[in-house]
T-cell receptor
């Protein structure tokens, strides 16, 4: 069975500072990895995904993540955050069976202050 | 383009009452899903439907039933609501290895 660990439940950061949100996964098979963002009172939106190929994945809103197979990690980074990045971020994993039964982490709330 | 539409947006039930959460997608996706979101627990899969006519249990199916009415619609039914089912419910859809598209959720309170 797959699982995802997001160790940080909340990450406070100042505007224009860099941020890293950590995600570690466990799986006995190859995986697809995702980061989703949830703004208040909304559903989840895809930020970026890793299916195969380059381990550095770029997403929307200036976010990027790096797949590290040896460390089973998929950390999300942004070099300079904005107030509007305040949201909850979820890492998720699935196996490549042709449809996606995502397993989500517990989420990290990013709080950006001026 | 509506995407994934969930109704209702909010609902309050008394213990033992029943209700059906509706979900419809207009993207011609094959697969549909129901998740629940609880504080500190992320999203957990309740049921999914890989294609029209099939449904399967996810991680937390107890107390729920689903119906894949057609390719567009996937409903979630609570036969006898319990306070433990107080949650935010999300419907999602996808095709092949495309990312999931989520609705805006239904906030359910069971008293």
């Amino acid at each position: 069975a797959q699982s995802v660990t997001q160790l940080d439940s909340q990450v406070p950061v100042f505007e224009e500072a860099p941020v890293e949100l950590r995600c570690n996964y466990s799986s006995s098979v190859s995986v697809y990895l995702f980061w989703y963002v949830q703004y208040p009172n909304q559903g989840l939106q895809l930020l970026l995904k890793y299916l195969s190929g380059s381990t550095l994945v770029k997403g929307i809103n200036g976010f990027e993540a790096e797949f590290n197979k040896s460390q089973t990690s998929f950390h999300l980074r942004k070099p300079s955050v904005h107030i509007s990045d305040t949201a909850e971020y979820f890492c998720a994993v699935s196996d490549p069976t042709g449809f996606q039964k995502l397993v989500f982490g517990t989420g990290t709330r990013l709080l950006v202050s001026p | 383009n509506a995407g994934v539409t969930q109704t209702p947006k909010f609902q309050v039930l008394k213990t033992g009452q029943s209700m059906t959460l509706q979900c419809a997608q207009d993207m011609n996706h094959n697969s549909m899903y129901w998740y629940r979101q609880d504080p500190g627990m992320g999203l957990r899969l309740i049921y999914y439907s890989a294609s029209e006519g099939t449904t399967d249990k996810g991680e937390v199916p107890n107390g729920y039933n689903v119906s894949r009415l057609n390719k567009r619609e996937f409903s979630l039914r609570l036969e006898s609501a319990a306070p433990s089912q107080t949650s935010v419910y999300f419907c999602a859809s996808s095709v092949a290895v495309s990312p999931l598209h989520f609705g805006n959720g239904t906030r359910l309170t069971v008293t």
